[in-house]
């Protein structure tokens, strides 16, 4: 059986470029929902700590 090269690297570049779109698409969808969802990797108790220290600055700022 006989396979021609150029078969082979058409295919290999089809496949890459097919992986290539597949990349961007995936990189665009990313980019939307960082976005839309800017917080949506921290969870509640790092919301409540950072509210936490939000606090205690400004405690530390009025009592001077």
């Known amino acids: 059986m006989y396979i021609d090269l150029e078969l082979i690297v058409g295919v290999g570049a089809l496949l890459l470029a ?3 779109v597949l990349v ?3 990189m665009k969808i990313a ?3 960082a976005q839309v969802l800017p917080n949506s990797g921290s969870s509640i108790s790092d919301k409540v700590a950072q509210i936490d220290r939000r606090l205690a600055i400004l405690e530390a700022t009025l009592s001077r």
Request: net charge neutral; glycine share 0%.
């Open 24 to 26: 961007q698409i995936s």
């Open 31 to 33: 980019k939307i929902e």
């Open 18 to 20: 097919i992986f290539s």
